[in-house]
């Protein structure tokens, strides 16, 4: 917490009983979780979920309970809990990629006659292209806590078999850019899904 510590000094004598990267890792399962649920919730509006659809809603809730286990097992087994959590970040950035692949078809008609694959109708109105993208953030936020950097802050991490990546950052500077993406990737989405109401309601 040095950097809050830098600007609030007493900050240094608080003590948490998870480290940043156990804390990170647990918002990201938590994450995994709630996504697959808001996905139920916004794929049932429509009355019926077509195959393609379950897929991030089964996926969520297992990627989360694997992402729990991964914690318990990294109390006794770190390599073995790292390269479950590993997995199943890569699984999630896959799903994300591959959702927004079916939102992105469905927005911009690529098949359409020329002249009509793109319009702005369609891009309110499709389900939103970077919305699935979630489940990538969440890959990506979540490798940057699987792995351990040593030394701390210096950018190199320590991969599976005792393999070295080196960064062109730090972790932590990675944690800020990585929630970065992901507020602006929710702002130019909730825009665009907003947008069907013509903004009406002042609150949107």
């Known amino acids: 917490m040095y950097h809050l510590a830098t600007l609030f000094p007493p900050v240094q004598r608080v003590r948490l009983p998870l480290t940043r990267d156990q804390i990170m890792l647990l918002m990201a399962a938590a994450n995994e979780i709630f996504l697959g649920i808001d996905i139920y919730l916004a794929h049932s509006i429509s009355g019926t979920i077509v195959p393609n659809e379950w ?3 089964i996926f ?4 989360g309970a694997l992402l729990l286990l991964a914690g318990l097992i990294a109390l006794r087994q770190r390599p073995l809990a790292t390269a ?3 997995l199943t970040f890569l699984a999630s950035i896959g799903v994300g990629l591959l959702g927004a692949y079916f939102h992105f ?9 020329h002249g009509q694959q793109v319009s702005v109708d369609l891009l309110v109105w ?7 993208l979630t489940f990538s953030m969440v890959g990506l936020f979540g490798l940057s806590a699987a792995w351990v950097e ?9 991969l599976l078999g005792g393999w070295r990546l080196r960064l062109p950052y730090s972790k932590t ?22 947008a069907r109401t013509g903004f009406q309601n002042p609150w949107l």
């Not at 969520?60 to 990627?63: D, F, R």
């Not at 944690?175 to 130019?188: D, E, K, P, Q, S």
Request: aromatic share 8%.
């Open 60 to 63: 969520g809730p297992i990627a």
């Open 150 to 158: 040593d030394p701390p802050d210096s950018g190199t991490l320590v």
């Open 105 to 113: 078809v469905r927005a911009i008609l690529p098949f359409a006659p």
């Open 84 to 86: 479950i959590a590993t």
């Open 126 to 132: 499709a389900p939103p292209i970077l919305g699935p």
């Open 173 to 194: 500077r990675a944690y800020f850019f990585i929630v970065g993406l992901g507020t602006l990737a929710t702002v130019i989405s909730s825009v665009l899904d907003h």
């Open 55 to 57: 897929i991030p809603i």
